[in-house]
């Protein structure tokens, strides 16, 4: 009944508890194993007994999974959660557009500076670290620039960004981390013949790197709702499917509580701001199917 697509799951006791909160790259398999070998997740066998319920969030992405899964743990931890928010630290990407020396670089969220371009935020400091190595590859910002040395300008004729205006590396970085699509699939299928080249030539290791960049790209420019860097406006979204009501409460672009109760009709005025539509709705649907099923 589960998709084989990311999300959050929870699961609830017989009282309406939540027992657990926790996410997958797969919810269909990962959900699946809890009535599995628990041997590696030993704290886990004594709350299954109490699981009556099963929940879940289907996402567009891993990384909109993991913060959805962040976001509703740091408000709340369930009994057998361990960890608050999450084992990943959540980091933006800096841009510095100068002339002269532009740079791109990790920084701490939310802190905006003038004339700084800041994307995100994310999560997995190492993930971002990989994603922007693989855009100074294609685009090698920190080695242009006139004030640069003569051996970064050495490696950024390397690269092939010796001669390319520092303007225009700057827009080729900015629309990859904006998700133009067409930027986002000129960049990935540049590192994919790059990689592709390394391992017809042997060179295992350079396309294993370039595998791991082409993956953090992916990371940091998958869709993303559930935490947004610009969004300040408190707003609830909701959706009917089947006389289940899914809420999600968003406070400062974040996504705070994920409530579902039985309802037998649509609640007037129930709303959706764009780009939430389909969202919402095959998650209403979802939540109906489950509320049908036994647990077992």
């Known amino acids: 009944m589960l998709p084989a697509e990311p999300g959050v799951y929870r699961f609830r006791d017989d009282g309406g508890r939540v027992l657990y909160v926790g996410r997958a790259a797969q919810l269909r398999s990962r959900v699946g194993s809890y009535w599995g070998d628990l041997r590696d997740r030993r704290h886990l066998r004594r709350m299954m007994p109490q699981v009556s319920r099963i929940e879940a969030l289907v996402c567009d992405s891993a990384h909109e999974a993991a913060w959805a899964e962040r976001n509703l743990l740091e408000q709340s931890l369930p009994r057998w959660n361990r960890v608050v928010g999450g084992l990943e630290v959540p980091v933006s990407i800096r841009l510095d557009p100068s002339p002269e020396a532009p740079r791109i670089g990790l920084a701490a969220p939310h802190r905006p500076e003038p004339g700084i371009r800041s994307f995100g935020p994310y999560l997995g400091a190492r993930k971002v670290q990989l994603a922007m190595s693989g855009l100074e590859r294609l685009y090698p910002l920190g080695h ?143 939540a109906a199917r489950l509320a049908a099923l036994p647990v077992s």
Not at 201 to 225: S, T
Not at 233 to 250: F, G, H, K, N, P
């Open 144 to 286: 242009a620039g006139p004030a640069r040395t003569a051996g970064e300008r050495e490696l950024a004729r390397a690269r092939g960004g010796q001669d390319t205006p520092v303007a225009q590396l700057v827009s080729a970085v900015t629309s990859v981390l904006d998700r133009e699509p067409t930027a986002v699939t000129a960049a990935l299928a540049a590192l994919t013949a790059r990689r592709d080249t390394a391992a017809e030539a042997q060179a295992y290791e350079a396309a294993a790197r370039l595998q791991q960049e082409i993956e953090a790209i992916q990371w940091v420019v998958a869709p993303q709702r559930i935490t947004a860097q610009s969004a300040a406006e408190d707003v609830e979204v909701t959706a009917w499917a089947d006389d289940v009501l899914v809420r999600l409460r968003i406070r400062r672009g974040r996504l705070r509580a994920w409530e579902q109760e039985t309802c037998p009709e649509p609640v007037p005025d129930t709303r959706a701001p764009t780009g939430w539509v389909p969202f919402l709705r095959r998650n209403a649907e979802l």
